[in-house]
């Protein structure tokens, strides 16, 4: 039976025959049940028109006629599919409430929007109507007319206030596109130099999209219409067996250990270590799912069954008194409830790859929807190889092995070898890596893997080896022994991988599109990683400062701003030059390893470390997962595995060998100088991608074909030339021709992006940086933000959000403007979900909620002071560390930045060649502006060596002097004359960290001294309370809650006195506190911890003043449990008065002490171990 499908499609009228079979066509090689058509153009549709498009099967249609020959929407549905008696007919809308016997009904809108720009904005209010009578699961499918990115157009006219209309449209609803597979754009207006848009997509809410989660969007080819057809499979999810994935809660269930013991301490009769570890971990295997099966089973099942138990039970509560065998049914169902809801939202985050949101900080379904959007977005639904089209698992499983079988498993014949002794860097005394690997180091490494990252073929992950070290090392030590030894005969059953395939681009439809990770057995990524940690140290020293990939103390924007500020230097210089960015063609998968092992033999590395590499490339296989399933082995014969702990390492190793060729081609005079002081790097590498300045000469442009081409002869790394471009700087019209024709690269133009930034010889302008702050938009779909509370989104603002425009403000000076706009974005995710909200809208002042914790803020960074704070570290870097590839350019900062830096700097003047004599501090540790603030010299660069050289700093002066300036001058003139110079480098101490090293987060730091200190900041913020409960006291505390006192003042609905007590008006302060229902609650809590004392009293009125009394009565070393009790009982107390407000429950001592007992269990099960003991006496009855 055929997968039931959609077909959307924008056909350009129906009024043609040819047009009419080219549909049917369509219809009939896509099988869809459904079929929106638009613009039909066509003011009346019979039965038989749509059965002699369509096909007899679709007798059910509505449609919206056409105004003349324009507009016009068809909606039909096959007959036995879906039914449906519920349909509205809006101007330029369709909207149909479908039905099915096994399904949630849902609603489906197809839509034609306007053309014209005045009509949008009443399209996009017609919709808002739609949905306001099209309640519950709802799609969204037609030519909308629009977009709301300006990567759904192929150049720069844009309607940038339209798109924001459409884009808050779809935030408002918490709508989510479903990506199309394979395609970016869905219209071209079929010109020589095409416009290419997309118009067309899906739109769906969360709850269609759980109906139908496995649901993938394709297009078609079109023949009849300048819009392609689209094809929305609603169940097209290639389904297998599910491999086994160690769980992340396992170790911490009773019995676990006890399991894995039993299993491992079963004899194998093999002498091999490395097979014995095998068979070990595939019996593990089977022990722990069958254990998982016993003593978790299926968590969505008995999920299922508690909750309808506690409904039963709850209906009978409401009718008569439970027995105390039902009481105790009804708690215990309760408690599994929300045991088995923590751990489902525990799995699905992992599925999902949050990693900086905690199970509390956001609803499951996030992290479920998460994960299936990747899934979508990762799906492979066809492939083209050699013009046929592959649709079948099995015949795209055929492509890719084929495609990766040459690449990685086929040794390609080196047609020549280099000389490195002659050009390439000497060897070091590497005979440390050959030491004997010991058990300390073994568990420093296990330490440092990440506990649950995706894992390999067997399923262990990080955790698995944290908690069961102890169980296991024996094996795995006297395996790893056993390989440094050079024994590697079994080696290939603990060495294989799964590759997983990401799109590189959107349209991905050939095998080569698709970027390959390893997921790699769990014993070869240890062995692999303990090789890693070790090289990790020496890279420094063998490699050239223009790599920074890989290597510690190394950054991306080292490599960044050497590009940006050569390209400026020689623009401003009027130095013809080109600049060249190379695309080296699938740089890990073909690296030679005959070559790789002569570069390492060459660099010093001994054998026992040559031998372990060449055993773990030798020995490794892969299987290539396609849709999840797993295909046939690959035997390599080249390449590195990207996701290999060390082959970064060893790539950038190979790559700087290719940077010593160019060095030795310059240092010879073979290329010609690109400025007149000898420009010391022409090449940038960041890994694989390499950025090169080379002269619009012939016999330069040769000489680094020649170049790239006989490095890819001996390493197999070749350069790409179609895939390369060139960017001329300053160059002569006459003389692009002979650079195209010479190179055979395609010629680009500034700006353009390198590294992930915008590179540019001029001042960039504002629509170039309007794509960044979109950039960050885009990073705000409203169908996530419904599914996180506050303090999820104050998270996601913090890691995503922020993490962006820090990349980009590390290396480029942003105007106010841009971050003023990123800062309109977070607050108005942060505070609505939304790309903006209203003052209204947001509780606290974007300036408070700016600072760090224990300022009284949320943690979120103030962008322009981190700006500042961040290129601080150029201006350190420029006097402390000589080395970096950038040194003797123009670096820019801001000047707020460079005051700072003048103010927090002090030298120690040894040589005096890296100290400025007149803007550093280093006489008396002040600078000489402080000193003689009268005399002001014209030179600023000159340095205290050169100054003093012959006492050549007076002749800096400017201007006559005053008598107060002389007498300045006479005191400097004394003071500077017994100063000697020595022959220890200079010395720069940063002031705002102890070890008088510079810090971008002890320069934020300095930037906020003097604010005020929030008092209850440590007990609110290291509790162990959940994030969301921790914002909601910072609300509270601040007065921010939504209470009447708050809701009076704007004029909203609000309760005449507090729901609790009936005797005053309510604020939150009283709620928590002063309150005698909640003064009554807290005696219950304290009572039993001996605490009567500590609750609040009528003169209580103020919770923070309150909490800070009760905490200085408790014992210092309960004070932590003691400030998670406060927060879940003030969290107890505000769920249980807005029960009372929003559902009309009256207030009840007995119920807010039984959830407070409920709470607290689950809070302990979460990991607040004090908890148990702490709220143990606390007794509802």
Not at 1034 to 1062: E, M, S, Y
């Amino acid at each position: 039976m055929d997968q039931p499908k959609i077909l959307v499609w924008n056909v350009r009228g129906l009024n043609k025959r040819s047009r009419r079979d080219n549909v049917r066509k369509v219809v009939d090689d896509s099988r869809p049940v459904i079929v929106c058509l638009q613009e039909t153009k066509l003011a009346l549709i019979t039965d038989w028109d749509v059965m002699s498009i369509l096909g007899r099967d679709f007798r059910q249609f509505v449609f919206l006629p056409a105004q003349g020959t324009r507009g016009g929407i068809l909606v039909a549905w096959r007959e036995g599919t879906y039914t449906s008696d519920n349909w509205r007919v809006h101007r330029h809308s369709i909207s149909i409430k479908f039905r099915s016997e096994n399904e949630e009904n849902w609603w489906f809108t197809g839509v034609y929007g306007p053309q014209q720009d005045s009509e949008k904005v009443a399209f996009l209010n017609e919709l808002r109507e739609v949905r306001e009578h099209c309640a519950g699961p709802w799609i969204l499918a037609g030519d909308f007319n629009m977009i709301y990115s300006s990567e759904d157009k192929n150049n720069d006219n844009l309607n940038r206030a339209m798109m924001g209309r459409f884009r808050r449209f779809v935030n408002d609803f918490d709508l989510k596109e479903i990506p199309l597979i394979g395609r970016r754009y869905t219209w071209s207006n079929e010109r020589e130099a095409p416009t290419l848009v997309k118009l067309d997509r899906v739109l769906c809410t969360t709850d269609w999209e759980a109906i139908y989660p496995d649901c993938i969007l394709q297009s078609q080819a079109s023949e009849i219409s300048d819009h392609c057809p689209l094809v929305l499979g609603l169940r097209e999810g290639v389904h297998g067996k599910r491999r086994f994935h160690f769980e992340s809660f396992w170790p911490k269930m009773e019995g676990f250990h006890e399991e894995v013991a039993q299993s491992w301490a079963e004899p194998v009769r093999l002498s091999c270590p490395l097979e014995r570890i095998s068979i070990k971990l595939k019996r593990l295997t089977r022990t722990l799912q069958s254990w998982s099966q016993k003593r978790v089973g299926h968590i969505k099942t008995q999920l299922g069954l508690a909750r309808e138990i506690l409904h039963r039970l709850e209906i009978a509560q409401d009718s008569r008194p439970l027995t105390s065998d039902e009481d105790w049914l009804r708690r215990e169902a309760k408690r599994l409830c929300l045991v088995l809801s923590s751990l489902k939202r525990t799995i699905a985050r992992l599925r999902s790859r949050i990693r900086f949101l905690k199970d509390g900080d956001a609803n499951t379904d996030l992290f479920h929807r998460t994960a299936g959007f990747r899934k979508r977005k990762n799906f492979i639904p066809k492939l083209i190889h050699d013009d046929v089209v592959a649709t079948s698992q099995e015949e795209k499983q055929e492509i890719i092995f084929n495609h990766f079988n040459d690449l990685l498993g086929t040794a390609l014949p080196r047609s020549r070898t280099l000389d490195l002794d002659f050009f390439h860097r000497q060897g070091l005394d590497l005979s440390s890596l050959d030491e004997p690997i010991l058990e300390d180091e073994v568990w420093d490494t296990i330490k440092s893997l990440p506990s649950d990252r995706a894992p390999g073929p067997d399923g262990y992950t990080g955790r698995f080896y944290k908690a069961c070290w102890s169980i296991i090392k024996a094996d795995f030590m006297a395996a790893i022994i056993t390989l440094q030894q050079g024994d590697s005969r079994k080696l290939w059953l603990l060495n294989s991988a799964f590759l997983t395939l990401i799109p590189k681009k959107e349209e991905a439809l050939s095998a080569k599109d698709f970027r390959p990770i390893s997921l790699i057995h769990s014993f070869a990524k240890l062995v692999t990683k303990i090789l890693a940690n070790r090289l990790a140290p020496l890279l420094n020293s063998m490699v050239a400062t223009n790599q920074s990939a890989f290597i510690r103390g190394r950054s991306i924007h080292d490599n960044f701003i050497l590009v940006q500020q050569t390209i400026k230097l020689l623009h401003r210089q009027k130095v013809s030059s080109l600049f060249l960015k190379l695309d080296i063609s699938k740089a890990f998968d073909s690296v030679a390893w005959p070559f790789l092992l002569e570069v390492l033999e060459h660099l010093g590395f001994g054998l026992i470390w040559r031998s372990l590499v060449s055993n773990l490339l030798r020995t490794s296989s892969t299987r290539i997962l396609v849709n999840g399933q797993p295909g046939e082995e690959i035997r390599h014969q080249r390449g590195l595995r990207q996701g290999d702990p060390l082959s970064p390492m060893l790539f950038i190793l190979v790559m700087d060998v290719l940077n010593s060729l160019f060095k030795k081609a310059s240092d010879l005079g073979l290329l010609q100088p690109l400025t007149h002081r000898n420009q010391e790097h022409r090449i940038s590498l960041y890994a694989d991608d390499v950025a090169l300045f080379i002269k619009p000469v012939e016999d330069d442009m040769n000489l680094s074909m020649g170049i790239l081409n006989r490095f890819g002869d001996a390493s197999g790394l070749y350069t790409n030339f179609q895939k390369s471009c060139v960017i001329p700087i300053r160059c002569e019209e006459p003389h692009l021709a002979t650079v195209q024709q010479t190179l055979q690269c395609t010629m680009a133009e500034f700006p353009c992006t390198y590294l992930g930034l915008p590179i540019s010889d001029k001042k960039m302008k504002k629509a170039d940086l309007m794509l960044w702050v979109e950039k960050i938009g885009n990073k705000l779909p409203g169908w996530q933000a419904s599914l996180m509370n506050l303090a999820g989104r104050a998270t996601w603002v913090r890691f995503v959000l922020t993490a962006i425009p820090i990349y980009f403000l590390i290396a480029i000076k942003a105007p106010k403007w841009f971050i003023k706009a990123i800062n309109k974005l977070q607050r108005g995710f942060l505070w609505k979900g939304r790309d903006k909200a209203n003052g209204g809208s947001c509780l606290v002042s974007w300036e408070k909620v700016q600072r760090p914790l224990e300022l009284g803020g949320l943690g979120i960074l103030n962008l322009e002071l981190m700006s500042w704070s961040l290129q601080l570290r150029w201006l350190w870097f420029q006097k402390t560390d000589k080395e970096r590839p950038w040194q003797g350019l123009d670096i820019p900062v801001y000047a707020n930045a460079q005051a700072l830096f003048d103010t927090a700097v002090i030298c120690h003047v040894g040589q005096g060649t890296n100290v400025l004599f007149w803007s550093d501090k280093w006489l008396f540790g002040c600078g000489l502006a402080e000193l003689a603030p009268t005399v002001s010299p014209r030179r600023q660069q000159r340095t205290v060596a050169d100054a003093l050289a012959a006492r050549r700093w007076p002749s800096d002066i400017q201007g006559g002097l005053s008598m107060v300036g002389l007498y300045e001058y006479f005191q400097l003139w004394d003071a500077l004359l017994e100063m000697e110079l020595t022959e220890e480098p200079d010395h720069h101490i940063w002031r705002f960290e102890s070890t008088g090293v510079f810090t971008s987060k002890s320069a934020y730091r300095a930037l906020l001294n003097g604010s005020t200190t929030f008092e209850p900041w440590r007990r609110l913020w290291k509790s162990w309370a959940p994030a969301k409960c921790k914002v909601f006291l910072w609300l509270a505390i601040r007065n921010k809650c939504w209470t009447a006192d708050r809701l009076a003042r704007r004029g909203l609905p609000h309760p005449a006195q507090c729901v609790f007590c009936d005797q005053t008006d309510e604020d939150v302060q009283h709620i928590l506190t002063d309150c005698v229902f909640a003064r009554e609650f807290w005696v219950k809590i304290l009572t039993p911890l001996g605490l009567l004392d500590s609750a609040p009293s009528p003169n209580d009125q103020v919770f923070a003043d309150w909490w800070r009394k009760a905490c200085k009565r408790a014992a210092k070393e309960k004070r932590k449990g003691l400030n998670t009790l406060i927060i879940l009982g003030a969290w107890m107390l505000w769920k249980h008065r807005n029960s009372c407000v929003f559902e009309g429950a009256q207030p009840n001592i007995h119920k807010i002490l039984s959830d407070f007992r409920m709470e607290r269990q689950l809070w302990h099960l979460a990991g607040a171990s004090s908890l148990r003991a702490l709220g143990h006496g606390v007794d509802p009855d």
